[in-house]
């Protein structure tokens, strides 16, 4: 059996995606924050240049996509009041064959009228007069500035002032997930999770970082998925760096290597990180870091409770690191030392970033900041989704700390994605193995 087909067979059914009355749901629930004279403008992410005439794959704007569903590199929504009823309009390119012809089909007005949940379009080449008729004499105006340029300056011209930022209301919608979210988010986190267990079963010293890349982007894109983010492959000081993406260096005996990968399923992004020896057995130095980051985030899934703080889960990790430095003679001071007075003592020498963040349309989802930063605290609730994501790293290449050589080249981060329930946490990922004996009876075992 291909590792596709594995994959295929391990996967459930794909889920449906949103359906047009929970996005309807959406925009009434947002609309009912604004005042009833007020105009809210939802542009796309821009168009950017990769090479001469060659564009990056475009991605949708997710707060745009999250309202309407829209999908494709046009569309701009703005929603007003009309009688009674907030009104839906999209802007959206009209049918041209000629331009398709090159281009690709698109639905055109009718199209989008007929299969999006908007109540009318217009087309983006009248985008300017029509929006400008629109914001006439509008003083509440809701625009997120710097992703379409020629929206910008019609809001400018209309208004004078800054627009009102449309991100607080939808944020708020957004950070909790609904049951149909969570399904796809389930089915985005099984594909990820079975697209590291091929990479670690096709793992072997002397093949390519880049080769576990293709296996892991390989399984996304075989089942109609993509990379949520650029995947990370470091092996040996590699692991260490903590946004390496270069993925250039053959893996060799005796190294960790740290896969940081996941995909998207209609927009929702899954994030999981495995760390595991290339030759398949961890050596006495790095089981030692391995069972101190996993025990730091078990402890992290425990403490994502609802109605406790989301920071609840940084500083239950940050305890269990710092209390295990000092175990294993790496940091030779007090705990309190450690620890720091605000999280920040000698043990972030070996722990840079944040326990984890919010997941969900972005990698990097709405409803939270760094972790400390967000006053007051965030409240964690009943369909919120988490990374839990501690790691310890030990770069041999560092000269701002004295690493001992019983550590150096040793990088761990070990990733899941949590579902805050009311029974508890539920770990999305949890078809990833992360045990020492699961991952040393997988590495290689093709
Ligand atoms: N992969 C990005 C992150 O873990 O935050
Ligand atoms: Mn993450
Ligand atoms: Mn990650």
Redo the contacts with the bound molecule.
């Keep these: 059996m291909s590792m596709y087909d594995r994959v295929t067979s391990a996967l459930g059914e794909r889920p449906e995606g949103i359906s047009h009355s929970e996005m309807r749901k959406r925009q009434h629930d947002f609309c009912s924050e604004m005042a009833t004279g007020a105009v809210a403008i939802i542009t796309n992410n821009p168009v950017s240049i990769r090479s001469r005439d060659t564009h990056h794959r475009h991605r949708f704007n997710s707060y745009l996509h999250y309202l309407t569903g829209w999908h494709g590199e046009d569309g701009v929504a703005a929603f007003y009041h009309n009688g009674d009823n907030w009104m839906c309009r999209l802007y959206v390119q009209p049918r041209d064959i000629e331009k398709e012809t090159w281009t690709g089909r698109r639905p055109g007005l009718e199209g989008a009228l007929a299969n999006w949940p908007v109540d009318e379009t217009v087309s983006r080449d009248d985008l300017r007069e029509n929006l400008s008729q629109l914001l006439d004499n509008v003083e509440d105006i809701y625009h997120i500035k710097s992703l379409d340029g020629e929206v910008d300056e019609i809001v400018e011209l209309a208004l004078h002032e800054e627009p009102k930022d449309p991100r607080p209301i939808l944020d708020e919608l957004r950070v909790v997930k609904s049951a149909g979210e969570i399904a796809l988010m389930q089915y985005s986190a099984d594909l990820a999770a079975h697209a590291h267990v091929e990479a670690m079963r096709q793992c072997e010293v002397g093949m390519g970082e880049w080769h576990m890349q293709s296996v892991i982007e390989g399984c996304f894109l075989y089942h109609q998925s993509e990379w949520a983010?650029p995947s990370?492959v470091g092996s040996g000081d590699n692991a260490t760096i903590l946004h390496y993406n270069e993925n250039t260096d053959v893996m060799k005996d005796g190294e960790l290597v740290l896969i940081?990968a996941?995909c998207e399923v209609d927009g929702y992004a899954s994030?999981i990180?495995r760390t595991f020896p290339a030759n398949g057995k961890f050596t006495e130095a790095q089981r030692a870091i391995y069972e101190l980051v996993l025990k730091a985030q078990l402890a992290g899934i425990d403490a994502c409770q609802a109605g406790s703080p989301w920071s609840a889960m940084h500083h239950a990790t940050s305890h269990v690191l710092a209390q295990g430095l000092i175990d294993l003679g790496i940091l030779d001071c007090s705990f309190e030392e450690a620890l720091g007075e605000d999280y920040n003592g000698l043990y972030r020498q070996f722990f840079m970033?944040g326990t984890g963040?919010f997941l969900g349309l972005d990698?990097?989802d709405v409803g939270g900041g760094r972790q400390g930063d967000n006053k007051p605290e965030r409240v964690l609730s009943p369909g919120m989704v988490l990374?839990i994501?501690p790691g310890l790293y030990f770069g041999a290449w560092r000269e701002d700390v004295e690493i001992d050589s019983k550590w150096a080249g040793i990088g761990v981060r070990i990733?899941d994605d949590v579902l805050i329930t009311e029974s508890g946490p539920v770990v999305l990922t949890a078809k990833c193995p992360k045990e020492i004996t699961e991952i040393e009876a997988l590495v290689g075992s093709k």
Excluded: A, L
């Design positions: 983010y990370i940081d996941g994030d990180t970033h963040h990698v990097h990374t994501e990733e």
